[in-house]
């Protein structure tokens, strides 16, 4: 437990270490995880700052914003704009850095590509059918593939009298590509569908079709390094997706304020209304005459008599009181 002078202490430790106190400490401490500025909603580097100045001048005289809300809408488009720039440029010097990384005579190149690949197999649980795909597109992608069927295999080799287990079985799948849609029930270690010997042949195939696909992986690789050096395939490398990501958001933030600032700025059109002065002595427009068309009366006809239908109870009381008269009647002259 502290004592008083430990506790005064730390009060008399405490005032000396309260932070920055001015505003140019506050807005630099502000700034200190400030990276590429990308994922801000108002900061911006200090490269960027003071072309934020001009260029809110210079849309203000063009949009000329009427309150503090549109200046508002006016600041998020224009820092918007700037995030877009500095969004192309950032993805500029990326591309050259690949470009130069790949033609990099050393396994640099190799090393990204498998290091993408096991990044790509570490999500294979959530998306077997996807990743799985992926993966085969790629030489790295198979190798780690082939890296993982192969272990699979020493397992199965050296248990060659137990089966799968839980994980096991639903590793294979993942490999697959097998949606977990499909899969038949792993209910526990000792209850399971296929025997060992399946297992290993399933893995046999799986790596003899691999392989196969692996006989061209050296030509593929230089392919995909020559296409990196000339910069025509960028899709794959994480930090290129994750800046297209930051663009397209800072995109959209600019064509919502934008399209703020210009309804606001558009005119409204007021209804016309019409003049309640009397004309005066001297004007000499006619006073436009309405002619009216002829109305046409069509001749009436005559509606036919509504006929009042009998209900179908009453018709056939009377029938059979009808009946019912003529063999009385029948009955009567037989009888005289």
Known sequence: ??????????????????????NEGKAQSRRNALDHGLTSKMLLPKDLEGKKELRLADWRGVLAPQDSILEF???????????IEHSQSCETIRRIELAEIAADPSDTWDQDRRAEAARLGRSLKRDPVGVSLQLRRTPAG?????????QLLKGARE???CYWDKDESNHALDLLGTPSTVRPPIVSFQCQIEPPEMHRTTILKEIAALEALQANAGAENDKL?????????TNSDAKLKLIRRYEASALREFRKSITILRQSKAPVSKPTQAASTPQSKCETNPIPVVVTPPIVVAPTVAAAPEVKKEPTGNRLYRRERQKAERHEAYLARKAS
């Open 1 to 22: 437990m502290a004592t008083e002078k430990q506790i005064e202490a730390n009060r008399r430790n405490a005032q000396k270490s309260c932070g920055p106190i001015t």
């Open 159 to 161: 248990f060659a009298q």
């Open 142 to 150: 198979r190798e780690w593939l082939l890296g993982e069927w192969r």
């Open 73 to 83: 809408e006016l600041d998020l488009a224009v820092t918007a704009s700037l995030k």
């Open 225 to 233: 390094r020559q296409e990196h050096i000339l910069g025509l395939i």
